[in-house]
């Protein structure tokens, strides 16, 4: 495992040949019937259940998609509705996730300045060394929030260059309340979403952030579904990662994703969640596959790699 | 117990006489020594003991205040450090402030859209229902990042609104970066944070938002510290409630403060934290009262409300 974590996101999109990440966002109503009918996981109101519940489904799901993705992206909202009984769910699925040679980016959008920052960041991106937790590993990137400005990006941004770990702070996300904040606009016609990126880059581009790629350990959360308003990022930002959300369920196509990856492939990582974790409730899965919801979530991910690898070509 | 939170926020201030609420940020290596030399919990690097340490300081101290201040503000980072363990202590300490006749804000700013922004809602504000957590309470308002916009603030607002509970936006944050973020203005000299603040209003201010009081639900945090940019918003939105960080430790008068409150003493919490939770390492406390902790949180509880009372009738 290489140290730096833009270096290892290299390796892993070059070895897997795409930049498809695969999103868990695991709701137990949702989870195949075989795994909710088993006797001890058949109570959607009892915590322990449903826990167990998803943490087989995500374990099991993993193992299908590892040999074919870089990374998995862990959403911690659907672990903190179960409360502590989730968090540990939650780490838990890292530790499965590491073993199973994938990167992982815990999607937190955690934001705060000073003090709380640094905690923050120590819970989320520093392996525990405290006795009874000593077996834990926090995840390789997490997911952060710029509103406080670069006081509250630093913290992250130090914790992560000094584990080998990555940092993506929101720059343009893809709801349709987003222009409201992110678009508005100064006198020159400058967005908030420019400036924030204008922030994160100058904090990324420090020499001890950047490794032997080239890239950047501090990368962006740029939508999908906006490529208009945000394809001049990856010209404007050569040394940064995007990671970007709405390919599948969310709307965005595969061009229009792609436009965040440089010639070589690398550069960005494209995340699907619902559309691939989810597929045996699809018609063109479920009407082939039936039952077997592991064979609908691999032929998925090979569906979505072919259709992002033959956007690639179109693009070239 | 009234079920409009805003509501309960102006009870809660005029039973207390005072706007202080005292923010819960606790550091293991800042306990006082008799907490720390217990027997079982003189561990710093022991995830159980520190926890248990934490726990016991909280709830002494929480005793100490419930008499003199309307709530506590407890700050989740300090929980999420010890991952699991720390999440379960700190939603113990919110049945215990409850107990104690505390208004609990779960200082928590989650920020997400859609689904995801349920879920963190759900994890936050609704007493969960699920068999193993059925005795959790959760707190009485959360705070929230309004990066991602309207979308990103209605899911928690609706919870909130459900629940009989609030929501405290960021809006004008005190660290020296936040300028650079919330400053960034228009062409008509109109700032990002008093574009936030028009959203966060239009939200709050559905009448199923507004209580009795006259007071909507959906508050916001502004810093003590940046009077100067932020007092108009006092005059602004007559409805919202006010967080205001930064008195004490972080160095905003109470004069500062309290240009959010309204003449009556209600329509701002003036939040102070280390000033108060740990005034036994403060020499004028430490001179005084030498080991006995309880007696100097006491004493600078008493001490906050009698400066920020005189600076009201200062100001009236």
């Given at each position: 495992?290489a140290?730096?974590?833009?270096?290892?996101l290299?390796?892993?999109?070059?070895s897997?040949?795409?930049?498809?990440?695969v999103?868990?966002?695991?709701?137990?109503?949702?989870?195949?019937?075989?795994?909710?009918?088993?006797?001890?996981?058949?109570?959607?109101?009892?915590?322990?259940?449903?826990v167990?519940?998803?943490?087989d489904?995500?374990t099991?799901?993993?193992r299908?998609?590892?040999?074919m993705?870089p990374?998995?992206?862990?959403?911690?909202?659907?672990?903190?509705?179960?409360?502590?009984?989730?968090l540990e769910t939650?780490?838990?699925?890292i530790?499965?996730?590491?073993d199973?040679?994938?990167?992982?980016?815990?999607?937190?959008?955690?934001?705060?300045i000073?003090?709380t920052?640094?905690?923050?960041a120590a819970?989320?991106?520093?392996?525990?060394?405290?006795a009874?937790?000593?077996?834990?590993l926090a995840?390789d990137?997490i997911?952060i929030?710029?509103?406080?400005?670069?006081?509250?990006?630093?913290?992250?941004?130090?914790?992560?260059?000094?584990?080998?770990?990555?940092?993506?702070?929101?720059v343009?996300?893809?709801?349709?309340?987003a222009?409201?904040?992110?678009?508005?606009?100064?006198?020159?016609?400058r967005?908030?979403?420019?400036?924030v990126?204008e922030?994160?880059?100058?904090?990324?581009?420090?020499?001890?952030r950047?490794?032997a790629?080239g890239?950047?350990?501090?990368?962006?959360?740029?939508?999908?579904t906006?490529p208009?308003?945000t394809?001049a990022?990856?010209?404007?930002?050569?040394?940064?990662?995007?990671?970007?959300p709405?390919?599948?369920?969310?709307g965005?196509?595969?061009?229009?994703?792609?436009?965040?990856?440089?010639?070589?492939?690398?550069?960005?990582?494209?995340?699907a969640?619902?559309?691939?974790?989810y597929a045996?409730?699809?018609p063109?899965?479920?009407?082939?596959?039936?039952?077997d919801?592991?064979?609908?979530?691999?032929?998925?991910?090979?569906d979505?790699?072919v259709?992002?690898?033959?956007a690639?070509?179109?693009?070239?």
């Amino acid at each position: 495992m290489a140290s730096h974590f833009a270096d290892r996101l290299c390796d892993a999109v070059k070895s897997k040949k795409t930049s498809l990440v695969v999103g868990l966002d695991p709701v137990y109503s949702r989870l195949p019937a075989v795994i909710k009918s088993h006797r001890q996981m058949n109570d959607e109101f009892d915590a322990d259940a449903a826990v167990d519940a998803i943490f087989d489904f995500c374990t099991q799901t993993m193992r299908i998609i590892a040999p074919m993705v870089p990374a998995v992206k862990i959403n911690i909202a659907f672990f903190e509705k179960y409360l502590w009984e989730g968090l540990e769910t939650y780490y838990a699925l890292i530790t499965e996730a590491d073993d199973l040679g994938l990167e992982v980016i815990g999607d937190v959008k955690r934001g705060d300045i000073g003090h709380t920052a640094e905690l923050y960041a120590a819970a989320h991106l520093e392996n525990p060394e405290l006795a009874g937790l000593e077996d834990t590993l926090a995840p390789d990137a997490i997911t952060i929030n710029p509103y406080t400005g670069a006081d509250g990006i630093e913290p992250f941004a130090d914790m992560a260059t000094k584990q080998g770990k990555g940092v993506f702070v929101l720059v343009r996300t893809s709801n349709p309340s987003a222009a409201a904040i992110q678009d508005f606009a100064d006198a020159d016609g400058r967005t908030m979403y420019e400036k924030v990126a204008e922030i994160v880059a100058q904090i990324g581009e420090k020499p001890e952030r950047v490794g032997a790629s080239g890239y950047s350990n501090i990368g962006m959360v740029v939508g999908g579904t906006a490529p208009n308003v945000t394809s001049a990022l990856r010209q404007e930002y050569d040394k940064v990662w995007f990671l970007v959300p709405g390919y599948g369920s969310q709307g965005a196509s595969a061009a229009d994703c792609l436009r965040f990856c440089k010639p070589d492939g690398t550069g960005a990582l494209i995340n699907a969640s619902r559309s691939i974790i989810y597929a045996y409730e699809r018609p063109m899965y479920k009407d082939q596959y039936r039952d077997d919801w592991k064979r609908s979530i691999e032929q998925a991910v090979i569906d979505a790699k072919v259709e992002l690898a033959n956007a690639m070509q179109t693009k070239l």
